[in-house]
């Protein structure tokens, strides 16, 4: 399967990243099984990083032998134990993982907003859940082990511009 990834830099080689603890799945490198998603990564750091050229790195999976032969977590729905998980990762309560991967749905700016909501006590775990089910929510597929690494082939890339 293909993935991709989006960055400021050319990633021939995905290295797990051990200080972005404040994510959704925690440390690890980063992918989507969307073009588009990981173009929006990408523009998003530029912007952040001020550059006006990023990347899309592209990807091969081998997701069938990596079910086999490593610890995968799925999530397959903004539920209330993917809600859970994100909120420990992104307060940095989750410093270790069991697991080679984690696999699920994206909290963007939207689904943030709720999660922060949620966090504050405003809204409690079920109505949180509601409004995310309204959200289009894209994927994400982060990779936290050198061993669910060797899965991932580097077969391309492409230039990201932002627009004039």
Known sequence: MIIYHGSTQLVKI????KGDTFLDF????????SAEQAERWAKIKM????????????YEFDFETALKQAK????HAADIEWLQFVVKNRNGEIQDTPCDMHIGPVADDN?????RLFETGVLDADETVKRLKTEALQDQWTFHTE???????FVGSKEVRTEE
Do not use: D, H, Q, W
């Open 72 to 75: 995968i977590r799925r999530f």
């Open 147 to 153: 061993k669910i690494l060797t899965f991932v082939r």
């Open 47 to 58: 912007r952040r990083e001020n550059k006006a050229i990023g990347y899309l790195s592209i």
């Open 26 to 33: 925690g440390p690890g490198f980063y992918t989507t099984t």
């Open 14 to 17: 995905p290295e797990i990243r």
């Open 111 to 115: 689904v943030y907003r709720s999660i």
